[in-house]
């Protein structure tokens, strides 16, 4: 593999797994004119499609993290260190865990190793947030399986079942959590995940629907100071409950922006994160659900409200200029089109929503999450794989009957 060649007196940045969010930090960087390479092992993904930056097919590190990180550090120079984002759960652990291998070539928008595993271990994460009482769902980890039975007799339903590492969960049954809407349920849950080898937590779920939840963008410097805060609100998502937002719109709440500059602040993390909440239908409280230490699907909402996080981080990194700090705009919506279509219907169908009440929903200044004029093919690219993974889903339906 041949080094990153020297096309421009600015330090390269390295965008690593392609999908959404991976699409939306390769062109907020490119419309800044940072020198860009894409990498990704998925060969579907949208943003290996853009025509913003070079891309490079690498290995795929859930096969072997060691030939991916022999990857990476052969694209390496150390007289020209590049910055790497990584926008995906595999690509943050796997780059946390050979983070001193890969330091000689590389800086990061992520925090310390110690710091990303109290993160994405999600067993750890809410244990620490029970010393330090900080709000949060009600959570219970069970010891064994007499404990398990008195939690399932104790715990408010519906609950839900959730791994301590989320990534390869998601691969394996397609979903984030597992809901149980009743003991039965739970137990069967529990005992499902626990057969496949994971460590799971058992939480009670805050009050409240799907435009209930709040999220801060931000980038936090080495002395653990913002130098940007973007906060917005989920209006729908995909899957109800426990999915991704679909449509979005920006919102500054500054309770949340201070609640997660002073968390990440107090355990020592600096680089760029989403920090989620959920407030409190009840008691109006917002709770903190978790953290997630890389940018998020909703990274471009928050560069066409003012605030291109990816750059100030990649200015503040490289230190070439000073950041540009700007306020957000507010009411501005970023829409992704395939999941908010799925996520309007089903509430159709269930007359939570009407045809008038959608179209008034997307209306006003937005952003659309894949589709753009100046770079129209991934959004081609992302009709085909649901065409094709329809296409696929219903053969497998039809042969199975046979």
């Known amino acids: 593999m041949e080094k990153i060649k020297e096309v421009s007196s600015k330090p390269p940045a390295i965008v690593i797994e392609l999908g959404l969010n991976g699409l939306g930090v390769l062109r907020s960087l490119s419309e800044q004119k940072v020198p860009v390479i894409g990498v990704t092992w998925d060969k ?186 973007f906060t917005f609100k989920r209006i729908r998502q995909w899957p109800h409950r426990f999915g991704n937002g679909a449509l979005c719109e920006s919102i500054w709440v500054p309770e949340i922006s201070e609640f997660a500059t002073s968390f990440l602040s107090a355990i020592g993390y600096n680089g760029i994160a989403d920090v989620e909440f959920k407030k409190d239908a009840a008691s109006g409280e917002f709770k903190l659900i978790e953290v997630n230490p890389r940018t998020g699907w909703q990274n471009r909402l928050s560069t066409k409200c003012g605030l291109n996080v990816p750059y100030i981080a990649y200015i503040d990194i490289t230190g070439k200029d000073n950041p540009p700090i700007n306020s957000q705009e507010d009411r501005v919506k970023w829409i992704y089109l395939i999941n908010d279509f799925k996520s309007a219907y089903k509430l159709l169908c269930e007359k939570k929503l009407t045809w008038r009440g959608w179209l008034h929903s997307i209306r006003g200044k937005k952003i659309f999450a894949v589709l753009a004029l100046d770079d129209p093919l991934p959004f081609f690219v992302s009709i085909y794989n649901l065409t094709t993974t329809l296409f696929t889903r219903v053969c497998n339906k039809v042969f199975n009957r046979f």
């Open 44 to 229: 579907r993904a949208v943003g290996l499609y853009s025509r913003f930056g070079r891309k490079l097919i690498s290995p795929n590190p859930l096969v072997s993290e060691e030939v991916f990180i022999n990857f990476l550090l052969s694209l390496g120079l150390e007289d020209k260190r590049a910055v790497l984002f990584p926008t995906g759960d595999i690509s943050v652990v796997v780059l946390s865990k050979h983070q001193m291998r890969l330091e000689k070539y590389f800086d990061f928008v992520i925090g310390k190793p110690k710091v990303i595993e109290q993160l994405v271990n999600k067993a750890d994460f809410y244990k620490s947030l029970a010393k330090s009482s900080v709000p949060h769902p009600k959570t219970y980890f069970p010891r064994d399986d007499q404990d398990l039975k008195k939690i399932s007799e104790e715990i408010d339903y519906p609950c839900i079942i959730k791994p301590s590492h989320s990534a390869s969960f998601v691969e394996e049954f397609g979903v984030k959590v597992f809901e149980a809407y009743s003991q039965e349920e739970l137990l069967d849950g529990y005992v499902k995940a626990r057969r496949k080898g994971y460590e799971v937590l058992l939480q009670e779920i805050v009050p409240g629907g799907d435009d209930m939840m709040y999220l801060a963008h931000l980038y936090m410097n080495k002395n653990f100071k913002p130098l940007a805060t």
